[in-house]
């Protein structure tokens, strides 16, 4: 099947710094990408979806501003926590699309302290 | 809108045991997708199955097998012989014309 990568897949961050996290569809290009975010035991959650070339759609009560996301090669798409704080503490998974399948990242840890 | 439930929260069988993961839905789209996925405590999410809501046939594939009734809205999945390693978190979603949509998850734990 399809692989996605994440980077990193771990990170620590202190409070009030920016974290960029990389999501890379290896063997095939993805026009479209998706950022979810997932709470200790609750579902994922759909941030943005990224689209190559063009501005990410955010859902509803997801700050563009705080979570930027660039999509700027097929191949690759990146999601930026400007100024975090520990409630950014989160795993954040990444997929690519594929005609109509989504493949999944391994996901990021983030802790902010 | 879609929505999918998983009404179970947790679940918690002893090995052997054969178990059953309900997921009801909900969409106006006629065309969609329906999927399960397994979060092993890694987290990364693995893809279990995919069904269109035309194919309303069900599937075994080893000890996993899927029960998809259009007429209930349902798609539930069933482990026979459970096995420790099938402890995890289990998803159900649902894809409609537009985004992907998870339910709530199902955390099993298979018990030696």
């Known amino acids: 099947g399809a692989v996605v990568s994440q980077h990193p897949s771990r990170v620590i961050c202190k409070s009030g710094t920016s974290v960029k996290i990389e999501c890379r569809s290896l063997?095939?290009?993805?026009?479209?990408m998706f950022w979810y975010r997932q709470f200790p035991k609750q579902s994922l959650m759909l941030m943005a979806t990224s689209n190559e070339g063009s501005k990410a759609t955010y859902e509803q009560g997801v700050e563009k501003d705080k979570f930027l996301i660039n999509h700027a090669s097929l191949t690759l798409s990146t999601l930026t926590v400007t100024s975090a704080h520990p409630e950014d503490s989160s795993f954040y998974i990444c997929s690519a699309r594929r005609t109509y399948e989504q493949y999944f990242g391994p996901g990021t840890r983030l802790t902010v302290t | 809108a879609q929505k999918v439930t998983q009404a179970q929260t947790e679940i918690s069988v002893v090995e052997k045991e054969d178990v059953t993961l309900d997921c009801v839905y909900e969409?106006?789209?006629?065309?969609?997708?329906l999927f399960w996925y397994k979060q092993p405590p890694s987290g990364e999410l693995v893809f279990l199955i995919r069904?269109?809501?035309?194919?309303?046939q069900n599937e075994i594939s080893g000890r996993y097998s899927w029960n998809f009734q259009k007429s209930t809205s349902s798609f539930n999945f069933t482990i026979t012989a459970s096995q420790v390693v099938d402890s995890a978190v289990y998803f159900c979603a649902l894809q409609g014309a537009q985004k992907l949509v998870f339910g709530q998850g199902t955390r099993l734990t298979i018990n030696p």
């Open positions: 069904r269109n809501s035309f194919d309303e």
């Open positions: 969409t106006r789209d006629t065309t969609y997708y």
């Open positions: 063997d095939f290009q993805a026009t479209t």
